[in-house]
């Protein structure tokens, strides 16, 4: 087995390869549904919330591959840790096994911290190359948190065009901190960074926004934003918060989530709209998954004219599991990591 740590999983796993092994089972997915077996995860609330402590959540998220030839069994442990940034530690800490199924023997046990920042920015780069105006150049981060590094990343990735972006956090400290460490561990992207003391300001001619963020009310109104951007929105991940306006929402010509089982529990801004009376958005109106745009199942339109779109994020453990499959057939292959034996 081998025991990868964070530096050996970051040396290995790169966006592309991110995004090619996302892509490459959702097309799996759709081929042949049975070769993907990812029962509902299981949440655990954490912490009680107090003054002092924000209350977070445990999940555990398994699920069975088969590629073809051979099936793997692989395991996140992941707890979200909201006061953890005061630490100068992750948001969301993540362990990750990978087993092959026949044998039961371990591959790689990993750190899954990075594989969640990347998977979930893979999943936002994918929705982004269907979703987003082929010639967008300007892009908005809101909330420059952990996660919002490889969001980033990933639409960069996907979208060549790209030359300004544009930052925004309520803590102007966070978005300066953002700046300076993206423009120094991310030399491959030559853009032009810029801090906002206003959202207004940073969401004013954004062609892509990527929101991620703990808020618990729409961060602005559809009037705020161009008529055809595109958003992808990984932040709000239970019931009760909401980054995404209803108005967003209510004006938006194609709605799009990864994983709507998931999402019905925990997809805090559709929730929320679907429940609220005044909204004209409600789960009958999605357009679909990220496998139906990934699969032709759903085209859209990236025309000028296309309108707003949005992605919603939640996550699921088979984006996991495709990423840390990668990531453990490399270190095997190459002997990376500490090898130990458990029999």
């Given at each position: 087995?081998?025991?990868?740590?964070?530096?050996?999983?970051?040396?290995?796993?790169?966006?592309?390869m991110?995004?090619?092994?996302?892509?490459a089972?959702?097309?799996?997915q759709?081929?042949?549904?049975?070769?993907?077996?990812?029962?509902?995860?299981l949440?655990?609330?954490?912490?009680?919330?107090?003054?002092?402590?924000q209350t977070?959540?445990?999940?555990?998220m398994p699920?069975?591959?088969?590629?073809?030839?051979?099936?793997y069994?692989v395991v996140?442990?992941?707890?979200?840790?909201?006061?953890?940034?005061?630490?100068n530690?992750?948001t969301?800490?993540?362990?990750?096994?990978?087993?092959?199924?026949?044998?039961?023997?371990?591959?790689a046990?990993?750190?899954?911290?990075?594989v969640?920042?990347v998977?979930?920015?893979?999943l936002?780069?994918?929705?982004?190359k269907?979703?987003?105006?082929?010639?967008?150049?300007?892009?908005a981060v809101?909330?420059?948190?952990?996660m919002?590094y490889?969001q980033?990343n990933?639409?960069?990735?996907?979208?060549?065009?790209?030359?300004?972006?544009?930052?925004?956090?309520?803590?102007?400290?966070k978005?300066?901190?953002?700046?300076?460490h993206?423009?120094?561990n991310y030399?491959?992207?030559q853009?032009?960074?810029?801090?906002?003391?206003?959202?207004?300001?940073?969401?004013?001619?954004?062609?892509?926004?990527?929101l991620?963020t703990?808020?618990?009310?729409?961060?602005?109104?559809?009037?705020?934003?161009?008529?055809?951007?595109?958003?992808?929105?990984?932040?709000a991940?239970?019931?009760?918060?909401?980054?995404?306006?209803?108005?967003v929402?209510?004006?938006?010509?194609?709605?799009?989530?990864?994983?709507i089982?998931?999402g019905?529990?925990?997809?805090?801004?559709?929730?929320q709209?679907?429940?609220?009376?005044?909204?004209t958005?409600?789960?009958?109106?999605?357009?679909g998954?990220?496998i139906?745009l990934?699969n032709?199942?759903?085209?859209?339109?990236?025309?000028?004219?296309?309108?707003?779109?949005?992605?919603?994020?939640?996550?699921?453990?088979?984006?996991?599991?495709?990423v840390?499959?990668?990531?453990?057939?490399?270190?095997?292959?190459k002997?990376?990591?500490?090898?130990?034996?458990?029999?």
């Amino acid at each position: 087995m081998q025991i990868l740590a964070s530096d050996c999983v970051k040396q290995q796993l790169t966006m592309p390869m991110a995004i090619d092994a996302i892509t490459a089972l959702l097309k799996s997915q759709h081929q042949h549904p049975s070769w993907v077996k990812t029962p509902e995860r299981l949440v655990i609330a954490t912490s009680k919330e107090t003054n002092n402590i924000q209350t977070g959540s445990h999940l555990s998220m398994p699920c069975v591959l088969f590629d073809g030839s051979h099936e793997y069994a692989v395991v996140k442990l992941v707890t979200i840790c909201p006061d953890n940034p005061q630490r100068n530690q992750p948001t969301t800490v993540a362990t990750i096994t990978v087993a092959d199924s026949a044998t039961g023997e371990t591959l790689a046990l990993m750190d899954g911290t990075y594989v969640t920042q990347v998977r979930t920015a893979a999943l936002s780069g994918i929705a982004t190359k269907y979703l987003a105006h082929h010639d967008s150049s300007t892009v908005a981060v809101i909330g420059t948190g952990g996660m919002a590094y490889e969001q980033l990343n990933a639409v960069l990735t996907v979208c060549p065009k790209i030359a300004k972006v544009t930052l925004w956090n309520r803590t102007a400290a966070k978005a300066q901190a953002f700046k300076e460490h993206f423009m120094e561990n991310y030399p491959q992207w030559q853009v032009a960074l810029t801090v906002c003391e206003q959202m207004q300001d940073a969401l004013a001619e954004a062609d892509i926004i990527n929101l991620a963020t703990r808020a618990t009310d729409g961060l602005f109104e559809s009037a705020q934003i161009k008529p055809t951007a595109h958003i992808n929105a990984v932040g709000a991940y239970q019931p009760h918060m909401q980054e995404v306006s209803n108005s967003v929402l209510a004006a938006s010509s194609q709605v799009f989530i990864d994983d709507i089982e998931g999402g019905r529990h925990e997809a805090g801004d559709l929730i929320q709209a679907d429940a609220n009376p005044d909204c004209t958005w409600h789960w009958d109106k999605l357009s679909g998954q990220l496998i139906d745009l990934v699969n032709a199942v759903k085209k859209v339109e990236t025309q000028v004219n296309k309108g707003v779109t949005v992605f919603k994020s939640v996550g699921a453990a088979s984006f996991d599991a495709a990423v840390a499959l990668e990531v453990a057939q490399a270190a095997v292959a190459k002997n990376m990591g500490q090898n130990i034996s458990l029999f």
